[in-house]
């Protein structure tokens, strides 16, 4: 409509000029008027029928801005409702886990020290994790870190602030086991796969896939009983000493946010007491 008021502009004031005049002349001259009336009727009804027309078109046009505001300001508190919903999911989350760290706490002798993971290697040949503390906290190199579902690696660098972790999966860790079962010893080698290694097992040994895999308490660094994983694969290869083995560690890495360190007796024995 507004488009045909455009194109026909000209026609539609002339039109209205003319029934402005003639409604002037009927109106001050009776029955003259009256028969001037009369025939404008008709073009004084397409007036307001077209003026009707623009006045709804209007009308719609407005509705139309109204309601697009409208739809834009529900966007943006359902986004604003997603994010809040978001945040008090990952809360819940972290509260999940964390009732989970300090039940697991309260079930060993060992000093715990509960600390965030804040970094990870991004090199194909280290697999290591990075923690938010360090030496001011007590911690130490060859520190044990931990979770409740296993062994996670030890401290082998450390600043005032953070820590470095090198995890059993990396190629550079080695750590001595014990085969729950059976009582079998073992070396838990990483190997830069999400896997590790257990060497060393006799071939008379009677161990098998699904035998869980304990820490031995030699070396120094891990107490023993501690869950370094399960056997997946056990394998005796003909005229070989020994059996080969994978282990599937018991921590899951690839989502590793918050951790333990065992904190050393000496180290607890030589902090500062609080004030």
């Known amino acids: 409509m507004l488009g045909f008021l455009a194109r026909h502009r000209g026609v539609v004031v002339g039109a209205a000029l003319v029934l402005l005049a003639l409604g002037l002349l009927s109106a001050g001259s009776g029955s003259v008027g009256r028969s001037v009336g009369l025939l404008t009727a008709p073009a004084q009804s397409l007036v307001q029928g077209i003026a009707s027309e623009v006045a709804g078109t209007v009308d719609r046009y407005l509705f139309l801005v109204e309601v697009q505001q409208e739809a834009e ?9 997603k994010r809040a919903l978001l945040a008090v ?16 706490k309260r079930t060993t002798d060992l000093e715990l020290l509960p600390v965030r993971v804040v970094g990870r290697s991004a090199s194909a040949w280290f697999r290591t994790v990075v923690l938010d503390k360090g030496t001011d906290d007590r911690i130490a190199v060859d520190s044990p ?31 001595d086991g014990l085969v729950q079962r059976t009582r079998s010893q073992v ?16 071939r008379g040994e009677e161990v098998a896939g699904g035998d869980q895999v304990v820490t031995s308490g030699l070396g120094g660094v891990f107490p023993k009983g501690l869950l370094l994983g399960r056997l997946a694969e ?20 690839s989502r590793l946010e918050e951790v333990f360190v065992g904190i050393a007796a000496s180290a607890a024995a030589s902090a500062p007491s609080q004030p």
Request: proline letters at 5%; one cysteine or more; charged letters at 20%.
């Open 145 to 175: 870190v931990l979770t409740p579902a296993g062994v996670v690696g030890r401290v082998y660098q450390v600043t005032p602030t953070a820590s470095r972790v090198l995890l059993i999966t990396d190629a550079n860790s080695a750590i």
């Open 234 to 253: 056990v394998e005796a290869l003909p005229g070989a000493v020994f059996q080969r083995a994978e282990l599937v560690p018991g921590a899951d890495f």
């Open 187 to 202: 070396l838990v080698e990483g190997q830069l796969k999400p896997s590790c290694r257990a060497l060393y097992i006799g």
């Open 73 to 81: 300001r529900l966007r943006r508190e359902v986004a604003e409702l």
């Open 89 to 104: 999911e990952e809360v819940q989350l972290e509260n999940q886990r964390l009732h989970t760290l300090l039940a697991f």
